[in-house]
């Protein structure tokens, strides 16, 4: 079978190879993969930068989805034909997180390849009304999405920041569930795509720095309620600013290197921070009976052929698009 | 009457005025102030340190109890010979926060006084089995670890860091709901203290200084569920070392100044930070009723007369008792 | 003044006699009314069949609306010319319920008279795009319906019965949240109605009177995930039936005589039922903000002039409409 | 293997059988069993009265625990050798009730046998301090009462009721999370042996036949905050006087015939009523750790040989004991 591992080198961030396709052991599948999903992460681990050592040769992505193409002995969940899609944290089925543990595209090899041999427990099913390549974009990015908003309701005030995966997923669910958002953006045709989503507003962030303010006056004056913090240190700044007195954040991610949160001023907004662990395999499900339920469709930038994967990653790395990157297999 | 006030001068840190006592208007009650206590914050306050400008003439102290001397028209929660204490915020009554608003000792006239009119639904009674100077330490200091520790339960391990009087109180709360409780402290005697209070285990920051790790290593070598957090930007990082994957750390003050929170150790930990804004009268009651129900008694350090008001003060600079410090009328 | 009292005789079920315009006391307000609303409870207060003994003379209804016309000694929360509106519970401020204490109605004078003196601790404002006739639909039946879907979201679904006033605001207030909303209704028009107001499907109870079963069909097979229940022991049998396992009962009245739960049935569903006490002026409050963010405009059956307040109680009785029955003055 | 099926006859409620040893499949175990338990639905089952068909033949018996004699394929929780007990619910293992499902007992054989096979995801390990006889308590007795008082904390007042297994150890969970207990009994044994363990107050049910008034009196004069309720019909009604308005009863077991729920009294008292239906695999990990954490014991009434299994099963039937009925392999 065809597989992409990473590079480790300068000229292509992945580079094909062949092995032989895998074969189930017991209480396994046999998947074959349909599409895969970029995200943020993606990127430090093909370049080298990831916090933790990737071993040459690793397989990327955490965010596939496929056909289940041979099953393991004792398997029970899933039969031959099934629609499955993987979840983030493979040996994180419920329960509070206690852990990154094994992650694919780091200590085990990814999506990004026709077949893959999963545990039955690992992997969920794709909602009836998705595509492979709408489904290759839950894992992380809508659950991420998913879990930072847990709890918003129609008495809150959300803001999402830009129009990356998680920030557009995040502005769908909370729409869901009856938030008003707020959202921030650069650019005037994103500005609009994000408001068609529903939100009520949308800051230019470049033609004003200060947007924590104009957040907070657009707010009622008082704040948002909740903000999913996409950009750590870099933004976390504004976002006190933009932060109701006794607000929350969740952190998904500190893309930003460098700087921290000072405490001071948290302490002064008397604000809550909430690190976004993606989430168990039992929280995947049950965002997707939402998703199925509302019919939710995930926000596709740009889809590339599996032959085209390190294309793919080029595009992902410019960042200029509105939703998820997917290369279909 | 006999008040103190801050005297913004090096001298004394307060000094002694007289006043005439004051006339309790609608819905207020006069009180006979019986006791007051002593706070990290007033510190700041009569150091002219404080984060928000404290007015020449300003009378200190959050906290006290005292009996109900004269009621005002209309009231109805309190009649005379009623024993009250202050809540710390005179103007949260209930709900979520929404905001520090106006507080004793900064914006309006604090508890260091022989007489002070308060609004009825700014106080609490107090709780049968405790003196006045038992109660006065309730308000900031037992309602912040109080909200600090709440939702522990007998599953739970909860880390408190020396035995100032919030870290006291977290450790006797935690334990009347079950948990398994580990402190820090630099001295031997206290120590011996917090373990009859029921501590687990103590930790010596002073001979240990990477005590994050001898912290975790105690709570099974998988980190604490819950840390009540005193020291701020000085202790965080530490305190990330010893919680646990997934924990949560409850900011009660930010005594030290610079540094800030590490956001990429936050995040790979997958912590969660909580501002605690001690609570509202609501809470209070609530707190006072368990304090009630299960006989609990404050730890007090020191207590002073009235007319030693400035040595109390001086005392506490040191911070080297156990517990509260409390001045008696 | 004009005000109604109930008339304890057959001819009329309340009669208007002329008071004195009440003198606000310290911390009261005397309040213009400008509407007043029924609900099921009046039914039995007026007809001398309530649970609790009713005086002869006592003022009827517990909701209300109107304008603050002078103020007590002391009043903080409202000046003259605002606007508010009763809270069910005068006595109930925040906080979880601890007992049915005084009502408007039984134990004291209620709504319907052109002036009444209340604490202001015992009114809400009213949102500023609602009429007088609009708010004074919400003190108990939206609050009813609030507190009963309290914690639905896009992944539930929920069942109310009939388009009573109760049931049209849990419609309303589950849809907000993103609830799938089902409904029971013997009349085709109002099905319409309800489905216009966002119900997804509506059984007709009377030619299905094995109802349950058909709204556990309807709810994925799986039954509801909510029930608002209405009728009481009435209708509590085929509530067991169109309930999910594991499923949950909001009570909010128990208006049918006779019979009671079947727990055995009960148990087997593995379900949860949960009295709806109306709620406190906190709840209040926090559902009229989500009220005024979401301009949700209440369902008004008919409105009646004051002076034809007792045809409001005949129509009422009747129960033929819509949505509420409102009192103008 | 020896194993005993439920007779159908009236000479003895379970008789013995040879049956060969199970070969356990891919992701199963072969437990060799070392101890069983009884409750109260065991009772049902033999007796041929339960809800549900018991086919002739069948294995009785829900609790056990023994020792992983042999894995199948692809088993990764546990290995040869260890300590395992089973899960109430085998197929259960996380999130919210969805439904009864398939139990022990009933729809498949149970653990009153030398051998069993289950798989890996049905059982739980056994916490270190326990023998096989004290873990065999815990599946269904333990994890209902643990699932009855979740949520219980040092300002709650709990009622138990009697001395039976799921009782004690509600009082004992309850006792560790910092709640006032009161308990009925109608033996002065038992009633010292329930004081012993933490109950404050013990009412005589025999001598006070109205104890619910009786308890009320005792909490304050206010009532349970929540009572955990065995006996159904036949005891829920002295329940409700027992209860404080607006609190929780925990419906444990239905096992008095007749009757029902008086739905108006329920609404009167603002109850709340939720089914025990044990809990999740997930739920009975976490009961564990707190378990093991604090090496609470469970009380055992007493303990049969597995040659005398019938003689338990008579033994209990009279209910005379305190704590659980066991029988040893």
Redesign the interface.
Known sequence: MRTYQVSGGADAPVVPVERPVPVP????LLVRVKAAALNARDRLIVSGTY?APVPPGRVPLSDGAGVVAAV???V?RFRVGDRVLSGFHPDW????????GDLYGVQRDGWLTEYIAVHERSVAAVPDHLSFEEAATLPCAALTAWSAVDGV???DTVLVQGSGGVSVFALQ?AR???A?VLATSSSPEKAERLRALGASEVVDYVRTPEWGAAVRELADGRGADLIVEIG??GT?SQSLDAL???GRIS?V??LASG??????R??????????I?VGSR?DLE?MN??IG??RLRPVIDRVFPFAAAPDAFAYFEKGAGMGKVVISL
Do not use: E, K, Y
């Open positions: 052991a017991a209480g396994h916090t393991g002995d004792g029970t089925i419920h329960g509070p997180f206690t852990g990154w309701g129609p008495g669910f869901l569930a009856g008003r750590g240190a976390v109701a007195d006794g952190l991610g500190n700087g921290g949160l000072d405490l001071t948290f302490f002064r907004r008397g604000a809550a921070l909430r690190t662990t039992s049950r009976q939402v339920r509302h």
